[in-house]
């Protein structure tokens, strides 16, 4: 899934800005559905993914950018006449769009230190032991009565929904959203920059 994580932030930020063009939604707000949005896109590539595994895998997810990049994000530009979609201060409110940045800041802090905590939550509860009983064995796991497909599908939308709500916050911080920003190359950079910094903890990510 890391391959998608740029096209998933994206599904967050072009819903968040849609739901503000049209509908007159706060930004933040509509980031919040848009998360939720991204995840459940995330919940339909776990699906199609379930039984593929590596390279079958990572295709899958590459694939799945590129039609975002060529065909989800373009049309839901067509209202913008294929421009990018400026992120007005007063869709954002609270300050948060000041050119000072002082209210951005905070407002990422918050984010992030709530993003940490439930992370950590999860690696910590019962999705947390299962997952590292199926990263030791799948077949042990199974063994124990572990829904392997029920595990697959609860960490994509979990990493969906995180992703999502990074979209959005790097839109308000770019002032804008376009595919530009969300561009599936970005995701190798990613996979590249967390496996160097560490892979599959929190401190990883945030070094990242």
Do not use: K
């Amino acid at each position: 899934l890391s391959l998608a994580q740029a096209t998933l932030a994206g599904v967050g930020a072009f819903t968040a800005a849609q739901l503000a063009t049209h509908f007159g939604f706060n930004f933040l707000v509509g980031g919040l559905i848009g998360a939720v949005v991204a995840s459940a896109v995330a919940v339909i590539l776990a699906l199609a993914s379930v039984r593929l595994r590596g390279l079958g895998l990572s295709l899958l997810t590459i694939a799945a950018a590129l039609f975002f990049d060529n065909t989800v994000f373009p049309q839901a530009l067509s209202s913008a006449h294929g421009q990018s979609i400026s992120v007005l201060p007063s869709w954002v409110g609270l300050g948060v769009a000041n050119p000072d940045g002082h209210a951005f800041f905070v407002l990422a802090m918050a984010v992030l230190l709530v993003c940490i905590a439930g992370v950590q939550l999860v690696r910590r509860g019962t999705t947390g032991r299962f997952l590292g009983a199926i990263r030791g064995s799948e077949t042990g796991a199974t063994g124990l009565g572990i829904n392997l497909t029920w595990q697959h599908v609860l960490i994509f939308a979990l990493s969906g929904l995180v992703a999502g709500i990074g979209g959005t916050m790097g839109a308000i911080q770019q002032g804008q959203v376009s595919p530009g920003l969300f561009n599936y190359q970005l995701s190798l950079v990613f996979v590249v920059v967390v496996v160097t910094t560490g892979a599959g903890t929190v401190e990883g990510a945030l070094q990242a």
